[in-house]
C-alpha cells in the first residue's frame, strides 16, 4: 500500500515537473513573436507619422498595447514555473527605497489620466534587495490599486521604517475586497472580483508572485481592505542599514 502511494506521488510530482517545465519553454518562445509584433507596429506608426498620415495610428496603438499586456501575461507565467521548478534566483544589491519607488510610481500617471498617485517617502531607507524583482511588486500594487479603483482617486505610496524593516504601503480608495473573499487573495489563480468588467481582467498571479518575492527577501506582504471603501497593500523588508527618523 505504502509503496503504491509512494509511486502514484512520484508519477504525480513527475507529470507536474512536465508541465511546469513546458510552461516555461513554451512562454519562453511566445516572447520572441511578441517583441517582432511589438517591433513592427512601433516602425509602421513612425513611418506613417513621417508620411503625415495618421489615420493608422490608433490601430497601431491598439496593437502596441495589446503587444504589452500579452508580454506582461507570458512574464507570469515564467514567473510562475520558474518559481515552481525552484529556479527563482535573487539578484541582490544595495537600493534605496525612496528612491526606487518614487521611479515606479513617476511611471505610472502615464497609464491613466483618472487617477492621482502620491508618494510621502523618508531619505535613507536602504536595503539589500532584487531591483527587478521589488520594481515587478510595486507595479503590481500600484496597476492593481489603479485597476481596482474605477471611479478614479488617489493611490497614496509611503516608504517609511520601523524598527530593523522597512516598509512600502500602497493605498487606494477602490472597490475594495469582499471579507469572505480575502483569504484567498494571494492564492495562484484567484480572483475577488470575477466578472467584473474587461479593464480589470488578470490572471490572478500578480499578489501570488509578490508575496513569494518578497518572503525570499526575508520580508511580508499583506493588506487590509474594506468593500466599497479600499485596500492598503504594504510590505517589509529588512534593512541594510540602521533607520532613519520615522515619518511622523
Ligand atoms: P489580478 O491580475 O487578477 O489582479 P492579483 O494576484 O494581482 O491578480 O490579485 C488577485 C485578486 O485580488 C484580484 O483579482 C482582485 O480581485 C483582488 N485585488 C488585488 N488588489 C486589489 C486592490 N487594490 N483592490 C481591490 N481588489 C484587489
Redesign the pocket.
Known sequence: MLEQERVARAEAEAAARVKDEFLAVAAHELRTPVTTIKGYAQLLNRRITDAGDPRLRPTLEIIDQAANRLMRLIQDVLDVSATALGRFELRRERLDLGALVAEVAGRVPSLTERHRVTVSAIAGVIVEADRDRIEQVLM?LLM??I??SPHQGVVAVTVDACGPEATVSVQ?Q????PAERQAR?FELF????DGADRDRQ???????LSRQVIERHGGRLTFV?AEGQG?T?WFSLPLAEPAPAPLS
Open positions: 503590481n492593481n490599486a485597476r481596482y487606494d477602490g472597490l475594495g475586497i487573495i484567484y480572483r475577488a472580483h488578470g490572471m490572478g498571479v500578480g499578489l501570488h481592505s485596500s497593500f
